[in-house]
């Protein structure tokens, strides 16, 4: 905070260092959640050409899921300790290195090793996790909570704009070189790569701390637990809903189209509710926020599987989880900053952001085993409205102030 001449207390600009942290990191997000929401697009055209059964498809992406949220933690503490450009230029090399090898699979366990392991841990260094904590260090307190809304708005247009020119590409080129395509795309995250970089910085007492002590004080805390089991739920919903959602209207006789369309939906409507969040979220409490929107979830599915299912009500339904979607992303990697500070936030969201991961495996690899043994989705739908209800009495005792070695955090 800055004092004006005339005595008022304002909040302090963004700096230009900041704001081309914001920009460059936002852009890479855009990048890299894009070119990731795209993929449930390949699952039929890859399946059919390949003669592979949708668990194979669905187990190699929730491994990429769930190696996304292992190599998180670690991609985080490589970033808090060496810097995030260096951090994100590895892992824009290594995403292009797995569309590309996507690009020319012809059996499980080469598509499993691309799309599943090295995207996932591609993922890791360049999602999410690294970037909100990048510009949470680089951005004033006052704006930390709308900054990070902004990151996640952004890689939310990713999912707009990317799923129909993917689309496009399939439709024109065929999945193998849409995929090479892509692996070009994904080369431009490191060269963006080269302007973010922002060294932990802390608050009072923060930098006496080390990464043991970080790690020790957090997995000591209820509140951090009950956030990290809170946001398990998070990736069960949209990985289960983004990868299986083309394929359920499909077999509802629903065009690939509006398939592509709702993914895109999805990201629109999420630019608005992400950012919404994060300014919410400077104002607001942040653990009542984060219970309404998965209480929202829970509504709008029980919704979309009771009424009859037309492209109408799809893109309703996409429009309408697009506002939660990510939603909850800037809400809670803004916990995480507001209870134990900015040094450490690379690695203890990191942590976090594994329990959704957890979630998201689970939610698409189930989705796959249920669908080949019964022939429908309706258990992982049920599954995920009772999700939903849990994580909203979750988050509701959490205690947002800051841990008693901090100077306390507004909360606003």
Not at 196 to 224: F, I, M
């Amino acid at each position: 905070m800055t004092k004006h001449p005339g005595g008022q207390i304002v909040p302090e600009r963004l700096s230009k260092h900041a704001l081309l942290i914001l920009i460059c990191g936002s852009s890479i997000v855009l990048l890299s959640f894009g070119i990731r929401s795209s993929f449930g697009l390949f699952l039929q055209p890859m399946t059919s050409d390949l003669g592979w059964g949708r668990e194979t498809f669905a187990l190699a992406l929730a491994l990429q899921n769930l190696l996304w949220g292992l190599g998180q933690p670690f991609a985080g503490m490589l970033a808090d300790k060496w810097g995030t450009r260096l951090t994100l230029t590895l892992g824009g090399l290594l995403y292009a290195a797995g569309v590309y090898l996507m690009s020319v699979t012809s059996v499980p366990w080469m598509f499993h090793l691309s799309a599943g392991v090295l995207i996932g841990l591609a993922l890791s260094a360049t999602a999410f996790g690294i970037v909100l904590a990048a510009v949470g260090r680089a951005v004033p307190v006052a704006h930390r909570s709308t900054c990070l809304g902004i990151v996640t708005a952004v890689g939310s247009l990713g999912q707009f704009l990317l799923p129909p020119i993917g689309q496009a590409f399939i439709a024109t080129y065929g999945w193998s070189t849409a995929l090479l395509l892509m692996a070009f795309g994904a080369l431009g995250m490191v060269a963006l790569a080269q302007a973010v970089n922002a060294q932990g910085s802390g608050t009072l007492g923060a930098d006496e701390q080390t990464l043991r002590q970080a790690l020790g004080e957090a997995s000591k805390h209820p509140s951090y637990v009950l956030l990290t089991a809170g946001f398990f739920v998070c990736g069960w919903h949209v990985a289960f809903i983004s990868v299986h959602l083309p394929a359920y209207l499909a077999d509802a006789g629903i065009s690939t189209g509006v398939a592509a369309w709702c993914l895109s939906l999805i990201g629109l409507f999420n630019v608005v509710g992400s950012y919404s969040a994060g300014v919410l979220g400077g104002r607001r409490s942040k653990k009542y926020l984060l219970s309404g929107l998965y209480a929202a979830r829970s509504v709008v599915i029980l919704a979309f599987i009771l009424l009859p299912l037309t492209a109408g009500s799809a893109l309703l339904f996409s429009a309408a989880m697009g506002l939660l979607w990510l939603s909850t992303v800037p809400l809670t990697s803004g916990l995480v900053a507001q209870m134990f500070g900015p040094r450490y936030m690379g690695t203890l969201f990191g942590i976090v952001f594994f329990s959704h991961q957890i979630g998201s495996f689970l939610g698409i690899w189930l989705g796959g085993v249920l669908y080949d043994r019964f022939g429908s989705y309706d258990g992982i739908w049920w599954a995920s409205i009772v999700l939903g209800l849990v994580a909203a009495l979750i988050h509701w005792p959490i205690d947002e102030r800051a841990v008693l070695r901090l100077r306390p955090e507004p909360l606003a």
